[in-house]
């Protein structure tokens, strides 16, 4: 794809566009979507177990911002009219892959998905961003604190509004506040281990 191609589709909504023609055919009442970036994209290639047999549909695209998750969470969430949508989003704008944005701005636009969904029927749960003290494409930037300042105005807007948080962060940080090298080597993307992790965390909420 070229670079005004790219442009066009800044959200990227052509990536899942035939596979959500599909599914919008096949009605599954108990459907989960997970929308978010690199980290709910290499779940279904590292765990792709966690996926298999059950209902769940994968939407995360890497390096994507909760901007551009925003623009395309009509074709990609509501439009498959599932019963619960799992938002993981945030770690991207912190890292400034579409510029600049400050913690107000990544919260408004996962309270927007939040909206979106409330109003369509489907039942929200919000996840923390996962722990990270350095990113590898953007060296010397020192997103620890910054990450665990957006997590707790993730976790008070969803107490707030009466919404499932699920807290990855504080049992995957090491002592840095970055992500244990056991769940992750290159301190941001989950390994194997790590996405077991956070199933074993996710499952309960899932199961309600």
């Given at each position: 794809m070229g670079k005004n191609a790219i442009a066009q589709d800044w959200p990227n909504l052509n990536r899942y566009a035939q596979?959500?023609?599909?599914?919008?055919?096949v009605s599954n009442e108990n459907r989960v979507v997970f929308m978010g970036?690199?980290?709910?994209?290499?779940?279904?290639?590292?765990?792709?177990?966690?996926?298999?047999?059950?209902?769940?549909?994968?939407r995360g695209i890497g390096g994507?911002?909760?901007?551009?998750?925003?623009?395309?969470?009509?074709?990609?969430?509501?439009?498959?009219?599932?019963?619960?949508?799992?938002?993981?989003?945030?770690?991207?704008?912190?890292?400034?892959?579409?510029?600049?944005?400050?913690?107000?701005?990544i919260l408004n636009n996962i309270i927007s998905m939040a909206e979106l969904a409330k109003a369509n029927n489907i039942q929200v749960i919000l996840c923390s961003?996962?722990?990270?003290?350095?990113?590898?494409w953007n060296p010397g930037t020192k997103p620890a604190e910054k990450v665990i300042a957006l997590n707790q105005m993730i976790k008070d807007y969803a107490k707030a509004n009466?919404?499932?948080f699920v807290d990855y962060h504080t049992p995957m940080k090491d002592?840095?506040?970055?992500?244990?090298?056991?769940?992750?080597?290159?301190?941001?993307?989950?390994?194997?281990?790590?996405?077991?992790?956070?199933?074993?965390?996710?499952?309960?909420?899932?199961?309600?």
């Amino acid at each position: 794809m070229g670079k005004n191609a790219i442009a066009q589709d800044w959200p990227n909504l052509n990536r899942y566009a035939q596979e959500n023609e599909k599914l919008q055919s096949v009605s599954n009442e108990n459907r989960v979507v997970f929308m978010g970036n690199s980290i709910t994209e290499g779940w279904l290639t590292h765990d792709p177990d966690f996926f298999a047999g059950k209902p769940y549909i994968n939407r995360g695209i890497g390096g994507q911002t909760t901007p551009q998750m925003l623009l395309r969470f009509r074709a990609d969430v509501i439009n498959l009219k599932p019963k619960t949508v799992v938002i993981l989003a945030g770690i991207n704008d912190i890292a400034g892959n579409t510029g600049p944005s400050t913690l107000e701005m990544i919260l408004n636009n996962i309270i927007s998905m939040a909206e979106l969904a409330k109003a369509n029927n489907i039942q929200v749960i919000l996840c923390s961003v996962l722990p990270a003290n350095n990113f590898y494409w953007n060296p010397g930037t020192k997103p620890a604190e910054k990450v665990i300042a957006l997590n707790q105005m993730i976790k008070d807007y969803a107490k707030a509004n009466n919404i499932p948080f699920v807290d990855y962060h504080t049992p995957m940080k090491d002592e840095e506040d970055g992500l244990k090298k056991e769940y992750g080597p290159d301190g941001v993307h989950p390994n194997l281990e790590g996405y077991k992790f956070m199933a074993s965390i996710l499952n309960t909420f899932l199961e309600k």
